[in-house]
Each structure stands twice: as C-alpha cells, then as structure tokens.
C-alpha cells in the first residue's frame, strides 16, 4: 500500500522548519547574531520609557500616543547597538510626527543622536536628522515620498552599517548616507512621539539582525 500524503500543514510545516534552522546558521556562519525581535507583543520588557508621552500595548501591538503634557517622548531599548539591519511596520492613526532614533543616548527627554523619520506625506518619511547637532543630513525625493500608505501600515527597513545609514520605505530605497560622525557612534534605538499632542502611531513585528562590527584599522 503507497503511504498516505501528509496533511498540508503537517507539510508546510516540515519545510518550514529547516528553512529557519537554515537562516539562523547562515547568520551564525557569517559571525551574527541570528535576528531578534524587539518586541515581545505582551509588555515593554528590554525597553525604557522617557518622559511622560504613552506608551502601551493593544492587541499585540505597540501604540505611542500624546499624553496630556505634549511632550517629545521616548521608549529607548536598554540595551545598545552599533550595527544592525532593523525591520518595523507602523500605522499612523493620527498626525503622526514620529521616527527611530539609532546609535543615540538620552537625558531624560533630550535625545542626541539620528532619527530616521516617520512623518505624514510630503514631510520627509525615510529622512536622516540628527538631534541637537546639525539637523537634516538627506531628505528623501518627493517621488520616493509617494510611497508612504498614510493611515495604513508601513514596513520601514534601516541598515546601519560603519558610516553608512540606508533606508528603505515599503520596499523602495528612500535614502543612501555616509557620515563620518555616525561612523563612529553607539547607541540605544528608540521611537519618538514628537511635541505638540494629537499623536498616535501603531508598531508592530520589530526585528533587528545584529552584525559583528569591523575593527577600526
């Protein structure tokens, strides 16, 4: 009698497996951390809040959201990072003034660091600034603008390798720097809630591949 095929999820499950054994020892291979997910989808563990801005869990969510001081606020992971690829989606419910800090410290609310933007159309989603330093490094062009999805959910791709920043907003490059003074930062990521109130912005399925960084010759 020939056996029975197996249940389709039973196969795809099969395959699954191995594939994602493969990509964490291809990682392991290359000297990286395999990827990781910032966010756990339960509670803020391995993040600190700065300031008095919201910052909570919904539905496997993470929401950031003006508080009655309408402040800037910060949710800064504890840990550190030099070198890394980080993938995130958000969804922009209201106004929407936002970005992902990297390689910053803070004081409190006072962030120094580069922010890559999170905005509403036509003010920079994708853009490079720099925090109490020497403002915008490179604003995306108004044709790459085009492809943010306001009001809908947004998949944000930022490499950040030596001196080179590179990002990518659903799957089109939106900007291309080197810097020198990057290059030779570490730091925390973190989101921002801007000043002024009425925000509120939705994150989901944050992962963050690590890569070893290369000894200063």
Same mark, same amino acid.
């Given at each position: 009698m020939s056996p029975r095929p197996?249940?389709?999820?039973?196969?795809?499950a099969f395959w699954a497996a191995p594939a994602a054994l493969l990509a964490a020892g291809l990682a392991t291979a290359r000297g990286q951390e395999p990827p990781q997910s910032l966010f756990n989808g339960r509670d803020l563990t391995g993040w600190k809040i700065h300031g008095t801005e919201k910052w909570y869990v =919904? *539905?496997?969510e993470l $929401?950031? @959201?003006? &508080?009655?001081d309408k402040e800037y606020g910060y949710l800064a992971t504890e840990r550190r +990072?030099? =070198?890394f690829e980080l993938t995130l989606d958000f969804k922009q !419910? /209201? =106004? &929407?003034?936002?970005g992902v800090f990297f390689r910053s410290s803070l004081d409190g609310t006072r962030i120094s &660091?580069?922010? /890559? !933007? $999170?905005?509403p159309p *036509?003010? =920079?989603?994708?853009?490079?600034? @720099?925090? +109490? *330093?020497?403002g915008w490094l490179v604003r995306p062009? /108004? @044709? /790459?603008?085009?492809a943010l999805r306001y009001g809908d959910w947004n998949t944000m791709k930022l490499r950040v390798v030596g001196d080179r920043v590179t990002t990518w907003l659903n799957g089109a490059q939106m900007i291309d720097l080197r810097d020198e003074k990057i290059g030779l930062a570490e730091g925390v990521i973190a989101l921002q809630i801007h000043s002024g109130g009425g925000i509120k912005i939705r994150w989901r399925n944050l992962r963050l591949l690590e890569y070893p960084v290369t000894p200063a010759p």
């Open positions: 197996l249940p389709f999820i039973l196969r795809l =919904d *539905g496997g $929401v950031c @959201e003006s &508080g009655p +990072y030099k =070198d !419910e /209201a =106004d &929407g003034n936002s &660091g580069w922010q /890559a !933007e $999170v905005a *036509g003010h =920079d989603t994708g853009g490079i600034y @720099e925090s +109490y *330093g020497r062009s /108004a @044709e /790459a603008q085009q």
